[in-house]
């Protein structure tokens, strides 16, 4: 059994949409970052830099956590064989655009949503800053995928690290005109069961429900 700990949160999101597509048993833990409980103790044992995701894997003979989407995903990835290629070299492919997201999407489409939503001050020039390179980012996506379905070819977790970004490009603004093969491989992902489901776990607590620790098995 995995210990699954998140939030509503692209970041989140992307280690839902593994735990689904691997068919993976899990206890899903959802923390409530605005009282900050990624905070405190019990969780900074769990994951010193005290952000979601993490999980715990109680699987062997040892309880082992990890920390850092991009390395869950690894870590599942290897757990069960699937999403990520044994070949040095495809493997080291789908490991360059899962790095792509963690070092370049997600850090600049977080800062585009942090100024156009949650900064007191708008400041235009800062704004446009990111999003205008999170639009380069897309274009790069973009080309990547114009002769292939997926992004390394096959279904990888460097597609799962990427959608929950880029299927919230509305949110800060960042136009996606002209991005056609993008949009069609945003179309395909949002199609596959496990995105769909994974995309949706958590859900975004309403105003009446915001205590956000609890458990449940949702592995299938």
């Known amino acids: 059994m995995i210990d699954f700990y998140t939030s509503p949160t692209p970041n989140g999101y992307k280690v839902a949409i593994a735990l689904e597509e691997l068919s993976l048993q899990y206890r899903l833990h959802v923390l409530d970052l605005e009282k900050r409980q990624q905070k405190e103790d019990w969780y900074l044992r769990i994951n010193p830099n005290g952000r979601i995701p993490a999980i715990v894997d ?25 999403l990520l290629p044994t070949d040095a070299r495809r493997r ?6 899962l790095m792509f997201q963690m070092a370049g999407v997600g850090p ?16 235009p020039s800062v704004i446009s800053r990111f999003v205008n390179e999170a639009r380069r980012l897309y274009e790069i996506l ?12 096959d279904f990888s977790i460097a597609d799962i690290a990427t959608w929950p970004w880029i299927r ?28 769909a489901r994974g995309g949706a776990i958590p859900q975004r607590p309403d105003a009446t429900n915001t205590v956000r ?3 449940s098995i949702v592995g299938r």
């Open 58 to 82: 109680n699987t062997g003979a040892d309880r082992f956590a990890v920390f850092e989407s991009g390395a869950i995903l690894i870590y599942l990835a290897e757990k069960t064989g699937r």
């Open 92 to 97: 080291s492919d789908v490991i360059q655009w």
């Open 108 to 123: 600049i489409q977080g800062q585009a949503h942090a100024f156009v939503h949650y900064f007191p001050e708008k400041i």
């Open 142 to 153: 973009n080309n990547k995928l114009a002769d292939r379905e997926y992004l390394c070819g």
């Open 168 to 195: 919230r490009y509305d949110w800060p603004g960042i136009d996606i005109a002209g991005l056609d093969h993008l949009s069609r491989w945003m179309k395909t992902m949002s199609e596959r069961p496990a995105c």
């Open 213 to 215: 620790i609890y458990s």
